[in-house]
């Protein structure tokens, strides 16, 4: 069956996704490895506390952190970071989340690192501090993040710092890392989306982050719902232990060495991460995309990238409205893509507007909608399948009349 097939049957449209790995265009495509390790995966009964303990020390080897655990996304490795931060070891405060306020429960957060994903802080029963200005996001002014803000924030109340990493705000890390390491704060790295570079799986971490936090559904390649949480080894073991299932006989139960059983106060119960378990399918799958995404060739791959948007590019050369520009990867940081920008004078419509009608057509067409205030749409080829390319020029061509 065919993947046209299996939607066809389910009445559902297959796109074209010019868009990047949003997960609400269903994330990475897998490549067939990633789909045959899942599908072998499917066949067997296994421990998973110790398929999780193997997943901790592949992405151990490949993160350089002390220990990780696979999770269903990075916003579920965000919330059993934080729950871990609160909790420790201590099997009493693991029963009361999310209801932390008896103890260490809040998380700091710059003003500035405040995406719509920081509900993941707050869902482990965190409660999250502002801090800071966002000077330069208003143009008001050039300063970023500072130490006295973060010293003045943290008080006996502080569980935790969360740190939003991207290409401009990881200059601060280090800033962060050395106010908080001093007292004790684990710093909270969400990472999801900053892959590619690769570098950056061992970077956050070289920079001294606690736990960090990213996606497997996105550049890796891996399941939809997958995600890694790498860091610390004490914090990961309590993250695990809130993770997984624990409806078991504490005289049999024998959990991997990452879970320290003589510094748990007792044998928990299903903890706040329970609904967010990660299955067999999901940690082999994740596991075998991870090693695919390090071994690959960045070079190669976005030099084949490029030479498909000059393609898609030049059967734009002429529409109406329209002018290319191809950004190469060393610019975006991650993979080349093509701006098109639109001057709605000639288009007879905006980015927006031109946009809206893509995704409405047949077959379905998304570009990124990024940087459309400035009257930008962009061809970011992450997931755009080759045999698609003709076919996204040719929608556009026709969405401009
Ligand atoms: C995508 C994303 C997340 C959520 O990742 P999932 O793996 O989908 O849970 C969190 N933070 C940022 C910045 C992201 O881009």
């Known amino acids: 069956m065919t993947a046209n097939d299996i939607y066809a049957s389910l009445g559902v449209k297959r796109r074209i996704n010019a868009a990047g790995t949003l997960t609400r265009l269903g994330g990475a495509l897998m490549a067939p490895e990633v789909i045959a390790a899942m599908a072998a995966a499917a066949r067997a009964s296994v421990d998973i506390a110790e398929l999780q303990a193997a997943a901790s020390r592949t992405i151990a080897r490949i993160t350089g952190a002390e220990a990780a655990l696979v999770t269903t996304g990075a916003a579920a490795a965000l919330t059993l970071g934080t729950a871990a931060a609160m909790t420790r070891w201590d099997v009493a405060k693991m029963a009361a989340l999310p209801h932390a306020e008896a103890f260490a429960h809040e998380v700091i957060i710059p003003r500035t690192h405040r995406t719509g994903y920081a509900h993941a802080f707050a869902a482990a029963g965190a409660r999250l501090i502002d801090i800071g200005h966002n000077d330069r996001g208003t143009g008001a002014g ?14 006996p109340r502080t569980a935790a710092f969360a740190f939003a990493a991207n290409i401009e705000s990881v200059k601060d890390l280090p800033t962060v890392v050395a106010v908080c390491r001093e007292r004790g704060i684990p710093v909270i790295v969400d990472a999801a989306a900053q892959l590619p570079p690769k570098g950056n799986l061992t970077r956050f971490i070289e920079l001294g982050a606690d736990l960090v936090a990213f996606s497997g559904g996105k550049a890796i ?21 809130q993770q997984i299932d624990m409806d078991v006989a504490p005289e049999t139960w024998s959990p991997p060495e990452l879970i320290d059983r003589a510094k748990l106060t007792g044998v928990p119960h ?3 991460g329970r609904g967010f378990k990660a299955g067999k399918e999901e940690i082999v799958g994740l596991l075998a995309a991870l090693e695919r995404f390090v071994s690959a060739d960045d070079a190669a791959t976005n030099s084949a990238l490029e030479k498909r948007l000059q393609a898609i590019a030049a059967a734009l050369q002429g529409a109406r409205g329209v002018a ?21 004078g000639a288009a007879g419509c905006s980015a927006i507007e031109l946009s809206g009608r893509l995704q409405k057509g047949d077959p379905p067409v998304h570009l990124s909608e990024r940087f459309t205030a400035r009257g930008v749409l962009t061809v970011d080829p992450q997931v755009l399948q080759p045999e698609d390319d003709a076919a996204l020029a040719a929608a556009i061509r026709r969405a401009l009349g």
């Open 142 to 155: 050039v300063r970023g993040l500072e130490a006295w803000e973060i010293e003045a924030a943290i008080t």
């Open 270 to 272: 299903h903890g706040l």
């Open 324 to 344: 290319t520009r191809i950004v190469p990867a060393s610019v975006t940081g991650r993979v080349p893509v093509i701006e098109v920008a639109i001057d709605p």
């Open 221 to 241: 390649g891996g399941p939809q719902a997958s995600g890694i949480l790498a860091g610390r080894r004490d914090l990961i073991g309590a993250a695990l232990v």
